[in-house]
């Protein structure tokens, strides 16, 4: 790093992490087109949010996801980031009909390509 400073202001508190509505409903639209798939969806600034984040995801906090269940959802370290990984996990013609009961797999190996 360099002995140079560089004055700005910083950025509001939240505004840099905060994700719309229609963010999250693109998301879940193209994990739902592509069932099954594992997808890196989100970089968050810590493993803490990005655990949190992947808790929504699986638990339909967020209504993008819905219903609960629905979504795998993990958090990842790699190279320092934190990263989250999602993928659609029950057909269009399941969902009508889907209890709601909680998804929680864990693959047994490493999410390829990253």
Known sequence: MSDEVR?????????TRWRSRDHHKSIAEQLRAQPGE?????????????SGMAYGIRA???????????????????????????????KAEEEDSFAGEAVHSVPDAPLEGW
């Open 60 to 90: 339909a906090k967020i209504v993008a996801y819905e219903p609960a269940g629905a979504f795998e959802a993990q958090a990842r370290t790699v190279d320092g980031e934190y990263r989250v990984y999602a993928r659609f996990v029950i």
């Open 38 to 50: 594992w997808a890196a969806v989100d970089l968050r600034g810590s493993s803490r949010s990005a």
């Open 7 to 15: 004055f700005e202001e910083p950025p509001p508190r939240g505004l």
